[in-house]
């Protein structure tokens, strides 16, 4: 009960699970030549460049979760395909050697004085900063959540706390509506909240409940999917297998002792419609670290203001950002947060020698498409919404090497290139693909 109720609070992308560590808090006060923010992807990858380039003396890392995980692969841990498990380990394990770890929670935020404060009452002084909080999800902002998920038969693959009830919610589906949920605010890794209704069909038709079910995807959004080349596939995939898009309903309400759940059209303010469900999949509001917004580093809307190309701060320039947390204008992915580290890791670079930035982001993200437990479209694009792909071939279409590569391959990459500071750039899947030609 305690566990889903702190759902309820605005809390980082990373959560936090009790487990055995080995790091000290904070002193009274503390300076590092380089102090990071979020000990998520970003954060990690970024601690271990830094080490090379500054020594790990000089570097700390603030992250109050002693436990690390992959969140990409809770879409398939949510569909029954790999286990919460496989998705972690302990941050001890994923910190680099030698890099003070500040178990403690940011508290504040102060760039004018080059210092932060710790919920522990620590100040700790910089030269510089990377911030990488990641964002934080409003489960609380549906009325009806976060106690709902006391209740059977709803689930939600954003949590760690309530993926695995995904699973049993569809394990436990007789017949009636399966419905899945976009909210109206940005997302991390937009793709997701769509990836789980195509694993449901799936697992419906493998075991003889499909004729019984009405599948449904109420979402916010206007389109299917925000890059047409890969929408009009996925429109294909929705027609072929009967399932059921409803563009513009947005989540504002869900009743779980009576499996009802109330949408609002956002094209016909004031309206609102029930729908009765037997398997509810939340995706919830999201918005900016509330650090970051209270602090002088926000834009109006409250995340990060970075520079797009080069992912400096745009008024503070020995502050930087990485992730979710910031205000780049492409999709926040796993696979955007491999692509900045390069850039990122240039940019220090070139202002620890007093020089201009040289290298430029062009916004490069991706999200690989699950359309069932064997088949993904690689969707990969730029600031711009163009297709910006890896592969020599239609990445539009269904492919079985393309899940191999997002159940399989991926993971094994991040834990053991991502978050060590060797791999990442500019097109992760095309550094991979062009290592595999070698």
């Given at each position: 009960m305690?566990?889903l ?5 605005c809390h ?9 560590h080995?790091?000290?808090?904070a002193s ?9 923010l ?5 954060g990690i ?36 395909a ?41 100040e700790i002084?910089?030269?510089y900063?990377i ?6 999800l ?6 009806g ?10 689930g939600s693959?954003?949590?760690v ?6 699973w ?6 007789k017949?009636?509506n ?22 449901t ?23 299917l999917?925000?890059i ?6 996925l ?13 513009r309903q947005?989540?504002?309400e ?7 759940a ?6 016909k ?9 037997e ?15 209270g602090?002088?580093l ?12 080069h992912?400096q701060h745009?008024?503070?320039p020995?502050?930087f950002g990485i ?8 999709a926040?992915?796993?696979a955007a947060?491999?692509a ?23 916004g490069?993200?991706s999200?690989?498409?699950v359309?069932?437990?064997?088949t ?23 492919r ?33 693909f ?5």
């Amino acid at each position: 009960m305690a566990a889903l109720h702190r759902l309820g609070q605005c809390h980082f992308t990373r959560i936090a699970v009790s487990h055995f560590h080995t790091s000290s808090c904070a002193s009274a006060k503390q300076h590092y030549k380089m102090l990071v923010l979020g000990g998520g992807s970003g954060g990690i990858s970024m601690s271990a460049r830094m080490k090379r380039m500054m020594g790990a003396e000089n570097v700390a890392v603030v992250e109050p979760s002693e436990m690390h995980y992959y969140q990409p692969i809770w879409t398939l841990v949510g569909a029954g395909a790999k286990t919460l498990s496989s998705s972690s380990r302990s941050t001890a394990s994923v910190m680099p050697s030698g890099v003070k770890w500040v178990k403690s929670k940011v508290q504040e935020i102060n760039p004018d004085t080059n210092t932060v404060l710790t919920d522990d009452g620590s100040e700790i002084s910089y030269e510089y900063l990377i911030v990488a909080l990641g964002l934080q999800l409003h489960f609380e902002k549906i009325k009806g959540l976060p106690e709902g998920f006391e209740h059977p038969m709803i689930g939600s693959n954003y949590s760690v706390q309530t993926v695995e009830k995904t699973w049993k919610a569809l394990q436990d589906f007789k017949e009636g509506n399966a419905v899945f949920t976009f909210p109206n605010t940005p997302v991390k890794c937009a793709g997701a909240p769509q990836k789980i209704m195509y694993l449901t069909d799936a697992f419906l038709r493998k075991t003889g409940k499909r004729d019984k079910a009405n599948i449904i995807y109420n979402t916010s959004l206007p389109v299917l999917f925000g890059i047409k080349k890969y929408a009009d596939s996925l429109w294909d995939i929705v027609k072929q297998r009967d399932l059921q898009v409803n563009l513009r309903q947005n989540l504002i309400e869900v009743r779980a002792d009576k499996k009802e759940a109330v949408f609002e059209n956002l094209d016909k303010p004031g309206e609102t419609k029930v729908f009765e469900y037997e398997m509810l999949h939340v995706t919830p509001p999201m918005g900016p670290n509330l650090v970051i917004k209270g602090s002088p580093l926000a834009d109006e809307a409250g995340w990060l203001d970075v520079n797009k190309d080069h992912l400096q701060h745009k008024r503070y320039p020995n502050v930087f950002g990485i992730g979710d947390c910031t205000n780049l204008p492409t999709a926040k992915t796993g696979a955007a947060v491999a692509a900045q580290t390069a850039i990122l890791n240039r940019t220090i670079s070139k202002i620890l020698k007093n020089e201009k930035p040289d290298k430029k982001y062009d916004g490069y993200t991706s999200c690989p498409l699950v359309t069932s437990y064997n088949t993904v479209i690689l969707a990969e694009f730029d600031y711009n919404g163009q297709p910006l792909e890896t592969f020599p071939i239609n990445q539009a279409k269904e492919r079985r090497t393309m899940y191999h590569m997002k159940a399989d391959v991926m993971p094994h990459l991040y834990w053991h290139g991502l978050l060590r500071g060797l791999w990442g750039g500019p097109g992760p899947y095309r550094k991979l693909f062009h290592f595999g030609m070698k």
